[in-house]
């Protein structure tokens, strides 16, 4: 666990659209600290996130729904996911999962990665460098509600019908 001991403890604080553009991130921040990373993703990847922070109970699973119905029936438990960089604009994560005695590693999109992980609590880090490079300070809360606001306005016209067969890599 010592190579673990230096990552950044996030919390999820909401899924929101950037403007102008109108793309989805999914924005977190550092548990012990001010800094914020917004991570742009896809509108099934954000529908689904903010499905699970909402509690949202849709009429068939998700397929992060399915993921974690998986991973339960195997006997694994989702450790920790780890945003571990960020290549050319792209962030990359790990889901690190606990089974037989034993840690297994699985490179990941964030935005699965995030997904799963509001669903079943699992602790969310990031590598140091990747808040170095890419982490913010955002001081205007009143423009944070503004945002949410447009961004629930947004997922309540959609439907996961919009979103089949579409796929979204940050």
Do not use: C
């Not at 990941?108 to 990747?130: F, H, K, M, Q």
């Not at 955002?138 to 016209?157: K, M, W």
């Amino acid at each position: 666990m010592d190579e673990y001991r230096d990552l950044v403890p996030l919390r999820v604080v909401d899924v929101r659209l950037e403007l102008p553009s109108n793309q989805p991130i999914v924005l977190l921040k550092e548990i012990h600290g001010d800094r914020y990373l917004p991570i742009w993703i896809g509108a099934p990847e954000a529908t689904s996130i903010a499905t699970a922070l909402e509690n949202v109970t849709t009429p068939r699973p998700l397929t992060h729904d399915l993921l974690r119905s998986v991973i339960d029936a195997l006997g694994a438990v989702a450790s920790r996911v780890v945003i571990t960089e960020m290549r050319d604009s792209i962030y990359f994560a790990d889901i690190t999962f606990a089974t037989d005695g034993r840690e297994v590693s699985v490179s990941s999109r964030p935005s699965d990665a995030i997904a799963l992980a509001v669903r079943t609590g699992t602790p969310i880090y990031a590598n140091p460098d990747v808040l170095d490079e890419a982490g913010v300070v955002i001081e205007d809360e009143v423009d944070q509600e503004e945002e949410v606001a447009r961004f629930r306005e947004f997922l309540s016209d959609v439907t996961v019908e919009d979103f089949l067969g579409h796929e979204h890599d940050e």
